[in-house]
């Protein structure tokens, strides 16, 4: 065999083991959250995650929580304005203030923690973050949507909490 195909061969099967490590550390991420299918669907729809460790894959699902949090928070805005009834105004109003919090505090928080390779204050932020979720959860079952949302961002803020974990 010539050097020219050897080499090539050495590439091959060095890309294609290093495109299963990346596969697996996903799949090995994720098997260690709670939501696995969710972990899986979002850091496998970032082109950036076949090539992340693990603190890449916690600054991808931080960044998708960042998204759906900011979503979230206009979402109860605009409930806020179009809501007469008193009892789910006040709970509307609460969640405000908690994605309030959430959206400009600890999110931020957890992206630089995450970024500067903190993640004790990664993990600070989005433990905090999920019990103002939770608190949130208890006023707004009246609407789903807004339950749905206020779920997914509970459920997102668990998989980055316990991928960096991993990282501590």
Same mark, same amino acid.
Request: glycine fraction near 4%.
């Given at each position: 065999m010539n050097s020219f195909v050897f080499s090539m061969v050495v590439f091959l099967v060095f890309f294609l083991l290093s495109s299963q490590v990346s596969a697996d550390l996903i *799949?090995?991420?994720c098997k260690k959250t709670p939501?696995?299918? %969710?972990? =899986?669907?979002? %850091?496998?729809?970032?082109?950036?995650? *076949?090539?992340a460790d693990v603190q890449g894959l916690a600054l991808i699902a931080v960044k998708k929580l960042v998204v759906e949090g900011t979503k979230t928070e206009k979402e109860i805005k605009q409930l806020i304005k179009k809501t007469k009834y008193r009892p789910l105004l006040?709970? %509307?109003?609460?969640? $405000?203030?908690?994605y309030n919090i959430i959206v400009?505090?600890?999110?931020? =928080?957890? =992206?630089? #923690?995450?970024?500067? &390779?903190?993640?004790?204050?990664?993990? &600070? #932020?989005? =433990?905090? $973050?999920?019990?103002s *979720?939770?608190?949130?959860? *208890? &006023?707004?079952?009246?609407?789903?949507? %807004?339950a749905r949302s206020n779920k997914l961002v509970h459920d997102l803020d668990d998989i980055v909490l316990y991928i960096v974990r991993l990282l501590l």
């Open positions: *799949s090995d991420t939501s696995y299918n %969710l972990c =899986v669907s979002t %850091l496998r729809a970032d082109p950036q995650s *076949s090539k006040d709970a %509307l109003k609460l969640c $405000a203030d908690k400009h505090y600890d999110f931020p =928080v957890a =992206v630089e #923690a995450i970024t500067k &390779g903190d993640p004790k204050f990664a993990e &600070g #932020a989005t =433990v905090d $973050a999920a019990r *979720s939770d608190k949130c959860a *208890s &006023g707004i079952t009246s609407t789903p949507d %807004l």
